[in-house]
């Protein structure tokens, strides 16, 4: 059997599997299929490239956890800023809660004075108890006074900004690129060093134009996944 069939039976295996499940053994699998272990073990690791299976070292190997799905659907204008919700049982943890000064960097991305204050706030997002994303986000401090750490471990922010706060927000800009986890976030999200992940850049305005939010999150590549609804008009290209 070559190792395109190996994996071609491995695919089935994992179809008939739940998420997280364990593989027999390498010895049994190797056996069921009448192959050598070498044959065997390369199938597994393109299986894994392809982020079908997870090795655990000294536990064996694993069907990956399913993938979290967030849709992104374009809106009318007249819409309220919103994006639905994604997949899951979401709630927050709060790592770090601090105020800083804005300082320039910051400071010129958020039209604010260097020395205008920031709150700076960590979490991590979990979904289904599992570590999704890390999110730092920063907010000037004028726009949420009295705010605490328990504010961002559920429900919306937004919600919550136009509650409270009377802040309503219309429009942000997000950027999207490939990275890989270094050290604290590997940790953070139980994945391996240099583990692949998306990193979101993004930047709120509310509806008297103020820069109210910047935002840079961290989400784990194996487990978050994004699907955009596109909307062709026939009588271009």
């Not at 800083?100 to 020395?115: D, I, T």
């Not at 289904?128 to 429900?155: N, T, W």
């Amino acid at each position: 059997m070559k190792r395109a069939e190996v994996r071609d039976r491995l695919r089935q295996l994992i179809d008939d599997r739940q998420p997280g499940e364990m593989l027999p053994s390498e010895r049994d699998l190797s056996e069921r299929f009448g192959v050598s272990r070498p044959t065997l073990r390369a199938a597994i690791d393109d299986l894994a490239r392809d982020g079908l299976l997870v090795r655990h070292q000294g536990r064996g190997t694993f069907t990956n956890t399913r993938k979290v799905s967030q849709e992104l659907a374009p809106t009318a204008a007249s819409a309220a800023f919103a994006v639905p919700p994604a997949e899951g049982d979401w709630r927050s943890r709060v790592e770090q809660f601090r105020v800083e000064p804005a300082g320039a960097r910051l400071g010129k991305r958020m039209q604010l004075s260097p020395s205008d204050e920031l709150l700076y706030v960590q979490r991590i997002r979990i979904v289904d108890d599992a570590p999704m994303a890390i999110e730092k986000i920063r907010i000037p401090v004028s726009v949420v006074p009295g705010i605490e750490p328990a504010d961002f471990e559920s429900g919306s922010l937004y919600q919550l900004l136009r509650i409270r706060y009377e802040v309503v927000v219309t429009s942000a800009v997000q950027t999207t690129e490939p990275t890989v986890t270094d050290a604290a976030e590997a940790q953070l999200l139980d994945v391996p060093l240099y583990a692949p992940a998306l990193l979101f850049e993004r930047t709120t305005r509310d509806a008297r134009d103020r820069i109210i939010e910047y935002t840079r999150s961290i989400y784990r590549g194996d487990r978050y996944r994004i699907t955009t609804h596109l909307t062709f008009d026939h009588n271009s290209g």
